[in-house]
Nanobody
Framework: QVQLVESGGGLVQAGGSLKLSCAAS????????MGWFRQAPGKEREFVAT????????YYAASVKGRFTISRDNNKNTLYLQMNSLNPEDTAVYYC???????????????????WGQGTQVTVSS
């Protein structure tokens, strides 16, 4: 079993930046692809970004591509999401998630992720 704990959320003005972190414990972090998802009030959870177990491959939702960067430090068992040029539409609870299966390919389907953190709130004011 893995435990995932997000941090780094907060309130920021439009155009600002935030960096989210996700600390993992309980399972060999470097063996699994990871992802970020978000859920805004009244909306379904949506894919944001994913990264392969090695960090060599990444994929982004069209809405964040060019503004957000996903990365990982396997020595620190930590996943990151650097968010730049934030706008009010980015307001949501952000979740990190671990892909099912060792060395699994990157995916943007939430059903392919088996472990989730508790989420961190990101609020972007206009």
């Amino acid at each position: 079993q893995v435990q995932l704990v997000e941090s780094g959320g907060g309130l920021v003005q439009a155009g600002g930046s935030l960096k989210l972190s996700c600390a993992a414990s309980g399972r060999t972090f470097s063996n699994y692809a990871m992802g970020w998802f978000r859920q805004a009030p009244g909306k379904e959870r949506e894919f944001v970004a994913t990264i392969s177990w090695s960090g060599g491959s990444t994929y982004y939702a069209a809405s964040v591509k060019g503004r957000f960067t996903i990365s990982r430090d396997n020595n620190k068992n930590t996943l990151y999401l650097q968010m730049n040029s934030l706008n009010p539409e980015d307001t949501a609870v952000y979740y990190c998630a671990q892909r099912k299966g060792i060395y699994g390919s990157i995916s943007y389907y939430s059903n392919d992720f088996g472990s989730w953190g508790q989420g961190t709130q990101v609020t972007v004011s206009s």
